[in-house]
Structure formats: C-alpha cells, structure tokens
C-alpha cells in the first residue's frame, strides 16, 4: 500500500448533480433544485442561505427522504435517504419551521410525549427529558403550558425535542425565525455547543447576520440553483472591497484629494468623504504615507469590510426577497 496515498474524505451527507422537477414532461413542468451539489463532513455546521423560495427547505426534505431526487444523487450517513428512510429517521431530526408543540401541555409533558412517540427507552425516559432541559435552558419552565411561551422559548423546546433521540445529523429550518435578539442569540450559542459535541448541523436560514455567525460553510442557493460556496471568510474574500473612509473637514479638501488619487486608485467622492478600495493592508498604509500632507485636513478615518449580505448582492444581482 503505498504511503503517500491521500485518504479519502469521508462526508456525512453528499448530493451529487441533483435536480428536482415537478410535474416532469408536463405543461406544468417546474425544476424545483438544479445541479445541486454539498458535501457535509461530520461535525460541521452547514448553512443554506437564500431567500424564501430558494429551496432551501426543499433541500431539507431531500435529506430527510420526504422527495426524491429526478436527476442525481443523494447518500445521508452512506443511505439513500429516500430508499431507507426509517433508518435514515433515526439518525437524523428535524427542526421546522412550525414548531408543532402541544400548548395545553407543559414543556415537560410535551417531550415525554415525544420521547415514547419516538421510542426512547422508558427507562431512561425522564434522565433524557432533564438533560435536554438543561440544554436549552428550560429547566425552570418545564412545568408550565407551552402556549405561555414566547416564541424564543417554543424554538429552544422544539429544539430540545430533537435531541430526545440523540441525532448525528439535526436538521434545523430556520430554526430563529421571527425570535427576538436574546433568544436568537441563547439558540445560537446552542448550535454551536452541539456541534462542538460532534453533532452535525445543517440549517437553512435567510438572515445574513446567523449565516455569518454560525456557518462553518455557507451555499449560498437561489431559484434552486447553487450560487457560490465557500465559509463566510472565503466568500467575502471573492469580491474584496475592503473599504477606507477618509472623512475630511471640507468638501474642497475633499475634492483635492480625489484629484490626487483617482488615477491610482479605486475611489469615490462624495461630500467631504472619499471610499478608497483597498483591499491589503500594504495598500492601506501606502496611500497613508501618500495623504500625509493632507494629515490636517483629514477629521477620522473608518475601514469597512464586506458581509455576506454584500456577497449575496455581488452574485446574485438583488437583494433577498420576502
């Protein structure tokens, strides 16, 4: 055996070059995902980010064996999800976006009922809801109906309702919409905690800001189609554009400046402020040394970077929709 060889990279989830159309060979045919292509390792967070339509949940139900690929392929865990889908199902849980709890029932109540539903062992069934409690912080509110909840607090138990059966894989479907920021933030916090543990997670989101905090790699998918891929740092680093603010105390100081640089570099005048493309720290501190006559001039300076919302623009042309 040679050495040297390269072991393969094994992936928990990989979809192959898939479409999905329905109503094939019809008036009405509509391809729902093309030429899809992820590869999840294990323990990774994995983030869908694209507007509602985008097929993101669509994804979701692939992996979950709910659809079908028409053209391509899909291994979860080595399965075809759709072709083992109860074997599959007890590997992996679902998050979605309907939190689907029981109001009348408090949140301790909720998960016993989903643990025996499940197939948790009856022994171990109240040692397992405490732990998932603990998890999500709910502890102090397992004794109280769920329809007393904020939505924050159904999120956090829905999510606790999918650990119950100890996934590999969780399945999260915008698993922060419409929360508010501390719960936002506490559900966060969580999925990373998760995924420290060795938990896969793949979520689909359309909020820029949870992409950029969670995502180990980020697809970014639009009208079906993959739009570009990569972790945030990677993505933003295709289109640069990191920026230098030079606010200056006049408008005609301003205007001198630009003058100055304009045939050297990428930038913008507007008012008393000139935006200079600048893309390397070298770059940054050359035009510095070039501006120091106008040190006196200058009020402050800023520096922005792009985000992924600037990468969605940057690819896709449009902002997200609603």
């Known amino acids: 055996m040679d050495n040297n060889k390269l072991i393969e990279e094994k992936f928990v989830v990989e979809i192959n070059k898939v479409d999905l159309i329905f109503n094939k060979n019809s008036k009405k045919e509509f391809k729902a995902l093309e030429k899809l292509d992820i590869k999840i390792r294990n323990g990774q967070i994995f983030c869908l980010l694209g507007p509602n339509g985008s097929g993101k949940t669509t994804t979701i139900n692939l992996i979950n064996g709910l659809l079908e690929p028409t053209h391509g392929d899909i291994t979860v865990l080595g399965m075809k999800p759709s072709k083992s889908r109860k074997t599959v199902l007890r590997k992996i849980s679902l998050v979605p976006q309907e939190t689907a709890l029981y109001n009348d029932l408090t949140a301790r109540e909720n998960l016993l009922f989903h643990a025996r539903y499940y197939g948790v062992n009856r022994k171990y069934i109240s040692k397992k809801v405490d732990e998932v409690l603990g998890i999500v912080q709910l502890k102090n509110r397992q004794n109280d ?27 999260l479907d915008e698993p922060t919409l419409g929360v508010d920021v501390q719960s936002r933030n506490a559900i966060w916090e969580q999925i990373r905690t998760l995924a420290l543990e060795g938990k896969t997670v793949i979520l689909t989101t359309n909020y820029m ?44 100081y301003a205007k001198q400046v630009y003058d100055y640089i304009a045939k050297d570099y990428d930038v913008t005048f507007k008012g008393n402020q000139l935006n200079v493309n600048t893309n390397t720290l070298n770059i940054q501190f050359q035009l510095l040394q070039q501006l120091s006559k106008y040190e006196k001039h200058m009020s402050h300076l800023d520096y922005s970077e792009p985000n992924l919302q600037d990468v969605f623009l940057h690819f896709t042309g449009k902002e997200l929709r609603d």
């Open 145 to 171: 109906r769920v329809g007393t909840f904020s939505g924050g607090m159904q999120r956090r138990l829905a999510l606790a309702r999918a650990l119950l059966t100890e996934p590999e894989i969780l399945l």
């Open 209 to 252: 800001e949870e992409a950029e905090a969670l995502g180990e790699q980020v697809l970014i998918i639009d009208k079906g189609k993959p739009v570009k891929s990569g972790s945030p740092n990677e993505l933003k680093r295709y289109i640069g554009q990191k920026q230098m603010i030079i606010h200056f105390t006049d408008t005609t």
